[in-house]
């Protein structure tokens, strides 16, 4: 599999498995307003590793959620390790609105959680990478709200 999602509580899954794992979700309760939640964190070991989440919330009703791992070189700069934190959730929005869209759910609210946030170094990157994500169509979130970067992808990073 070249796509490797974790769900906790399917074990591994190819992309299509999980998001038809993930479509199934939201059509067990259809009337329930469900929103789609990408969040990307990071953790420094020998590389670098990041973790994409991606949380599927019925609102009010809990939540299932599948994440994705990924090692590379260590990366020097705060700055480039946000920016390409922001990418992989833009790139993993991307692929899920399409994908929902021909599935007749274009209308779940997507959010990309950042991991980024007023207080700490990331404060001066605000307005660039939330800039990137709402130019790109996507809802963003920072600290304390994007417990979708900082809590779920966070959680598996280490």
Known sequence: ????????????????RMFDDL?????????????????TDSHTRDDLCFVTAIVVHRVGK??????????QRKIASLRQKI????????????????????????KAEVE?????G????T??????V??????SGFDARIKPDSYGASKVADKHTK
């Open 1 to 16: 599999m070249k796509d490797v999602f974790i769900s906790p509580t399917k074990g591994k899954l190819s992309f299509e």
């Open 23 to 39: 479509v199934a979700y939201i059509n067990e309760e259809p009337d329930l307003k469900c929103k789609i939640i990408i969040g």
């Open 62 to 71: 809990g939540a299932r959620y599948y994440y994705k791992k990924r090692t």
């Open 83 to 106: 920016f390409y934190e922001t990418s992989l959730s833009l790139a993993t929005a991307g692929k899920l609105a399409e994908l929902l869209a021909l599935r007749g759910l274009a």
């Open 112 to 116: 990309i959680h950042l991991d980024v």
């Open 118 to 121: 007023e207080k700490g170094e």
């Open 123 to 128: 404060r001066d990157l605000i307005r660039e």
């Open 130 to 135: 939330v800039g990137m994500v709402v130019g």
